[in-house]
């Protein structure tokens, strides 16, 4: 892909995993990153080790579903990088339980984050993209979003992020700004090695047991992900519209 200049890229949920490869990639193709997180130290931390690299990258504290949070966060991005015009709505929690034992809080957090999170975002982050007329807005999805067994919220978030992708790009797309989502399977991350290690079962053969089902014959890495959303990112998109890719290692339903 041609590499871009000058672009300013917000990455949410980058302190770690698929959001921090993610936030690796688009500096190395050019843009200069805003990494937030919850976790603002952590993100910092990863912003400055992309700037060792001779990057322009921030790490800011932001929590995606509180409203002026996101505000001040955007903020604060163009005035320290410029004005956005990608997006990258990685931020993500599990608060996985089956239906009868699951907490409205539980679902409440979910949805919080996944779907009320990426609405203050792009809302936020939108008007500088139609202000230059071009921009790229990228949602994670989840293969999730095609039912999992103890993730009624995690699907549903997921699954809403899909629609949330299809009416974002035909909102928007007149603007020269295009939304799509990448959908990706089991990755080796933190949050998958928390989940290991809830259900009380070693990493290696919990990513062993899942890798048996996928026809790549392993799980994904955070690069895998990274490397489908900077080519929705990228100039070369501009007519990718409204589109779900699943990053699983196979076909999906």
């Given at each position: 892909?041609?590499?871009t200049t000058d672009?300013?890229?917000?990455?949410t949920?980058a302190a770690?995993?698929?959001g921090?490869a993610t936030?690796a990639?688009?500096?190395a193709?050019g843009?200069?990153v805003?990494l937030?997180?919850?976790?603002?130290?952590?993100a910092?931390?990863?912003a400055?080790?992309?700037?060792?690299?001779?990057?322009?990258?921030?790490?800011v504290?932001?929590?995606v579903a509180d409203e002026q949070?996101v505000?001040?966060?955007?903020?604060?991005?163009?005035?320290?990088?410029?004005?956005?015009?990608?997006?990258?709505?990685?931020?993500?929690?599990?608060r996985?339980n089956?239906?009868f034992?699951m907490?409205?809080?539980d679902?409440?957090?979910v949805l919080g984050?996944?779907?009320?999170?990426?609405?203050?975002m792009?809302r936020a982050v939108?008007?500088?993209?139609?202000?230059?007329?071009?921009?790229?807005?990228?949602n994670?999805s989840?293969?999730s979003?095609l039912?999992?067994?103890?993730?009624?919220?995690?699907?549903?978030?997921?699954?809403g992020?899909q629609?949330f992708t299809k009416?974002?790009?035909?909102e928007?797309?007149?603007?020269?700004?295009t939304?799509?989502a990448?959908?990706?399977?089991?990755?080796?991350?933190d949050?998958?090695?928390e989940?290991a290690?809830r259900?009380?079962v070693?990493?290696?053969?919990?990513l062993?047991g899942?890798a048996?089902?996928?026809p790549?014959?392993r799980?994904?890495?955070?690069?895998?992900?990274?490397?489908?959303?900077?080519f929705?990112?990228?100039?070369?998109?501009?007519?990718?519209?409204?589109?779900?890719?699943?990053?699983a290692?196979g076909?999906q339903?």
């Amino acid at each position: 892909m041609t590499p871009t200049t000058d672009r300013v890229a917000i990455v949410t949920g980058a302190a770690r995993g698929i959001g921090a490869a993610t936030a690796a990639r688009l500096a190395a193709d050019g843009h200069a990153v805003a990494l937030l997180d919850l976790r603002e130290e952590a993100a910092a931390e990863t912003a400055a080790a992309l700037a060792a690299d001779g990057h322009r990258a921030i790490g800011v504290g932001a929590d995606v579903a509180d409203e002026q949070s996101v505000t001040d966060a955007v903020e604060r991005v163009v005035a320290e990088l410029g004005a956005p015009t990608v997006l990258v709505n990685n931020a993500g929690i599990l608060r996985d339980n089956l239906l009868f034992k699951m907490s409205t809080d539980d679902w409440d957090a979910v949805l919080g984050v996944h779907l009320r999170g990426a609405f203050l975002m792009t809302r936020a982050v939108q008007q500088h993209m139609v202000s230059a007329r071009w921009g790229r807005i990228v949602n994670l999805s989840s293969t999730s979003a095609l039912g999992h067994r103890g993730q009624v919220n995690y699907s549903a978030a997921k699954a809403g992020m899909q629609g949330f992708t299809k009416s974002l790009a035909i909102e928007l797309g007149k603007f020269g700004v295009t939304a799509n989502a990448v959908a990706p399977g089991v990755v080796a991350t933190d949050m998958i090695a928390e989940t290991a290690e809830r259900v009380g079962v070693p990493l290696e053969d919990f990513l062993a047991g899942i890798a048996q089902d996928v026809p790549a014959g392993r799980v994904g890495r955070p690069e895998d992900i990274a490397a489908a959303v900077a080519f929705f990112c990228s100039t070369e998109a501009s007519f990718t519209n409204g589109q779900v890719l699943y990053v699983a290692g196979g076909p999906q339903d």
